[in-house]
């Protein structure tokens, strides 16, 4: 019998306490962002019942909103100096909005809402991953040429620089109007004289961004091996040619006022020594010498 009250107690106790929705259930929302760019957190709130307050927490507590009731605004207080001056709260779910976003922004978001009738508490669970937009895809023509009549084996590789995760190739090939896609990274082609002109192009995207590079027909490659080479190096003879010439103008210009400053200056003293030397004849005296 002197347990029972003990037991009474512990089920007084129980009743008492709060309800809690962890939300361990379901799984996180993922969201994606844009790094150097901006995102928000969608947050779903009950409309029908009174919020006392919303706490946004990543790896430790973000933020505490309380929201706006009658004749008081919204109270929000940022508890992360990572975040401050880089989160706003979307009205009127008081939905998460981070600006210029970095990578350490990325991973678990969560939004706990405590409502104050009926002293139950949401949770809301997310997971930011964040990606870079890619820059234009770069190729790269590998080839060999066994020598039966100029046939040519060719490995075409596409990359991207600082590509990250998620990235996926895909290798467009047009032949007579048709288009075939490879996926992956590397194609591996063969090409003979004679064969159609096949362009290619490679496709990168990543969750964030999709972008396709300029075509190429790789049978130029083989068919001249020193194509790559020789483009290049007439594109610089041709700058190096112009250099040399705009070099000659400005030298030839910049003598040419060199020569007049210098007889601009000394035809004054020409005409002094003309007339000194016409002074001196008229005394009798040799006049000075003109070198």
């Known amino acids: 019998?002197?347990?029972?009250?003990?037991?009474?107690?512990?089920?007084?106790?129980?009743?008492?306490?709060?309800?809690?929705?962890?939300?361990?259930?379901?799984?996180?929302?993922?969201?994606?962002?844009?790094?150097?760019?901006?995102?928000?957190?969608?947050?779903?709130?009950?409309?029908?019942?009174?919020?006392e307050n919303i706490i946004w927490s990543s790896h430790i507590r973000l933020a505490t909103v309380v929201p706006e009731t009658e004749g008081h605004p919204a109270t929000i207080m940022v508890t992360d100096p990572h975040y401050e001056g880089r989160v706003n709260f979307l009205e009127p779910t008081y939905s998460l909005h981070i600006q210029n976003l970095s990578w350490e922004d990325s991973g678990s978001y969560q939004a706990q809402?405590?409502?104050?009738?009926?002293?139950?508490?949401?949770?809301?669970?997310?997971?930011?991953?964040?990606?870079?937009?890619l820059s234009q895809p770069y190729m790269t023509v590998n080839f060999g040429i066994p020598g039966e009549e100029g046939a040519c084996n060719m490995?075409?590789?596409?990359?991207?620089?600082?590509?990250?995760?998620?990235?996926?190739y895909t290798w467009i090939s047009w032949e007579d109007g048709a288009e075939t896609a490879h996926e992956g990274s590397i194609l591996?082609?063969?090409?003979r004289p004679g064969d159609k002109a096949v362009s290619y192009s490679c496709r990168a995207s990543n969750p964030v961004s999709n972008i396709t590079s300029h075509p190429i027909q790789a049978g130029s490659f083989c068919a001249d091996p020193g194509y790559p080479l020789?483009?290049?190096?007439?594109?610089?003879?041709?700058?190096?040619?112009?250099?040399?010439?705009?070099?000659?103008?400005?030298?030839?210009?910049?003598?040419?006022?060199?020569?007049?400053?210098?007889?601009?200056?000394?035809?004054?003293?020409?005409?002094?020594?003309?007339?000194?030397?016409?002074?001196?004849?008229k005394k009798g005296q040799p006049g000075p010498s003109l070198n």
């Open 230 to 281: 020789e483009k290049a190096s007439t594109s610089f003879c041709l700058l190096a040619k112009g250099l040399l010439i705009l070099l000659l103008f400005g030298t030839l210009a910049v003598g040419f006022w060199f020569l007049r400053v210098q007889t601009r200056g000394k035809a004054p003293r020409m005409r002094k020594l003309k007339r000194n030397r016409m002074r001196l004849r």
């Open 155 to 168: 490995s075409l590789i596409c990359s991207v620089e600082n590509a990250g995760l998620d990235v996926t």
């Open 1 to 51: 019998m002197a347990a029972l009250p003990w037991l009474l107690l512990l089920l007084l106790s129980q009743e008492g306490e709060t309800d809690w929705y962890s939300g361990d259930g379901a799984d996180p929302e993922e969201v994606v962002g844009i790094l150097r760019e901006s995102v928000s957190l969608p947050l779903e709130m009950p409309f029908d019942e009174e919020v």
């Open 113 to 133: 809402v405590n409502l104050r009738t009926s002293q139950v508490s949401t949770m809301q669970q997310y997971n930011l991953r964040i990606y870079r937009r």
């Open 188 to 191: 591996r082609a063969f090409w």
